[in-house]
């Protein structure tokens, strides 16, 4: 997961689930778009963590895009959000710090892998059993939610590419079936913004676009080309 190029995640602005591809999907529910257009073109950028930020800057390349990983799981204490204080600071120094320097902000959100309790014997297995564990995705939920309001705080171009490998992860669990027909907790997270969402891996991705639509209407949302 040490990509340098924003070229590698799939840019939606629409339907996340519809990026999915392999199978019949039922009706998407109806999402906003992102209200700050993408630059035109192919543009390159890099991953760059706060203490790099000066060999980017007089590198001399017209990088577009500055992105980094906000990981280390949604109830581990140990954070992103923790990494700054207040809570979620972090990420508001990088979209600001970017910003002012002429690039467009791109988080790699890789948190679910990281979370606890991560039960399983390999990757696949410990991202679906933290999707479907209520207490984990309550704790998912309300973090990606901090980061949509310190996104619309910032109130420019951010991107938030979400959870690299785990969309590949599930096609090949669903093995050719619909994403609906995996479990994931929702609604059953007791979220109040995505009560009537399905428990489903679907409503997973549904979920993740209500709360953009929400609270932070500026973000484009994007997946990892494993798919």
Do not use: C
């Not at 980094?68 to 979620?88: D, F, I």
């Amino acid at each position: 997961m040490n990509s340098t190029r924003v070229a590698r995640a799939i840019v939606i602005s629409s339907a996340l689930m519809a990026a999915f591809g392999w199978a019949t999907i039922t009706t998407p529910m109806p999402v906003a778009a992102s209200n700050n257009p993408l630059p035109a073109g192919l543009n390159f950028g890099l991953g760059n963590d706060p203490g790099d930020l000066l060999w980017m800057t007089s590198s001399g390349v017209p990088w577009k895009f500055r992105y980094t990983y906000l990981s280390a799981g949604v109830n581990t204490g140990n954070g992103w959000e923790t990494w700054n204080t207040p809570a979620g600071q972090y990420a508001s120094y990088y979209m600001t710090d970017s910003a002012v320097n002429g690039y467009l902000p791109v988080f790699s959100y890789y948190e679910l892998l990281q979370s606890n309790p991560s039960s399983g014997s390999n990757e696949s297995d410990r991202d679906f059993s933290n999707l479907n564990n209520t207490a984990t995705m309550s704790a998912y939920y309300a973090n990606f939610t901090l980061l949509m309001q310190e996104a619309h705080s910032f109130g420019g171009n951010v991107i938030v590419h979400v959870e690299p490998d785990l969309w590949g992860y599930l096609e090949q669990r669903a093995a050719g079936a619909s994403p609906a027909t995996l479990s994931a907790s929702v609604a059953s997270s007791g979220n109040a913004d995505l009560q009537g969402l399905p428990n489903t891996a679907q409503g997973f991705a549904y979920a993740l676009l209500r709360l953009r639509d929400r609270y932070a209407s500026n973000v484009t949302m994007a997946i990892h080309d494993s798919l």
